[in-house]
């Protein structure tokens, strides 16, 4: 009898404390957040990122052409592509080619990309040129879209500082760095950055993008499960704007080691 109220009462006490998220992180901690610059030897710019367990490598091409609603224009282009590999999750996911063209998430994520990179990029002094992003997912759990951001911005800057160097351009076109992340609730807990497990159970998710002076470029949020008040939102904002002020010191100081040109960026 001693044993079972034993039993009893730690399960009760277990179930009063909050459960362990991954990396033993506080509800307003990111994960673990790592950038690898240069990470293919052929792209104008590239960068592999690791948040947790989710990896993904963005590279940039650069195109001496734009599409054909922009020719004689003078202007030029950003746009981006996504996609996972098969093996990115724990079953196998076929290959979009199979079918023929992008999934709907696909195609929905890589739009995001590409418009939230063109609004930080003085596309005029481009000339009439077309920059490129892929963005692969080489592993996923949870906030691929915000990691594929976060590697597209460093890898944007990359094949930019590429072509001041090569005289293409007379000055940065890159006007900020950009930052991405996931916040929700699960449980009624305000949550930073979810993995996989905490997003399938969130109560609201959340993705946030801003660039490196706090202006929101995009915010995409969904009550899964049950409405949620502007108060709720507010303070999802709010704990988005820190994770991404952390996100976006990292990306500063990975690239003034290529470039002092980057120590300009995130000041607010």
Request: net charge neutral; charged share 30%.
């Amino acid at each position: 009898m001693a044993l079972a109220a034993q039993t009893l009462e730690h399960e009760a006490r277990r179930r009063n404390e909050p459960d362990m998220r991954s990396n033993n992180r506080t509800a307003a901690e990111l994960r673990p957040i790592r950038f690898q610059l240069d990470y293919l030897d052929f792209a104008d710019g590239s960068a592999l990122v690791e948040c947790g367990k989710t990896r993904v490598v963005a590279a940039a091409t650069i195109e001496d052409k734009v599409p054909p609603f922009l020719r004689g224009s003078g202007g030029g282009w950003v746009t981006a592509e996504y996609a996972m590999l098969p093996r990115s999750t724990e079953k196998r996911t076929q290959r979009e080619r199979q079918q023929g063209y992008p999934s709907g998430r696909s195609q929905e994520i890589q739009r995001l990309i590409g418009r939230t990179l063109r609004a930080v990029t003085d596309l005029r002094s481009l000339g009439e040129r077309q920059i490129i992003v892929d963005c692969d997912v080489i592993q996923a759990d949870g906030g691929t879209r915000v990691a594929s951001i976060n590697a597209a911005c460093v890898a944007l800057a990359l094949a930019l500082k590429k072509m001041m160097d090569r005289k293409i351009v007379d000055q940065m076109p890159l006007r900020h760095l950009v930052g991405a992340i996931s916040v929700g609730m699960v449980r009624e807990e305000l949550l930073l950055d979810l993995d996989y497990d905490e997003d399938s159970t969130a109560d609201v998710d959340m993705n946030v993008v801003q660039t490196d002076r706090g202006q929101l470029l995009e915010v995409q949020a969904t009550a899964e499960r049950s409405p949620f008040s502007r108060h709720q939102l507010t303070e999802l904002l709010k704990l988005a704007d820190q994770g991404i002020r952390e996100i976006v010191q990292i990306q500063k100081d990975i690239l003034k080691r290529k470039s002092l040109l980057f120590m300009a960026y995130g000041e607010r």
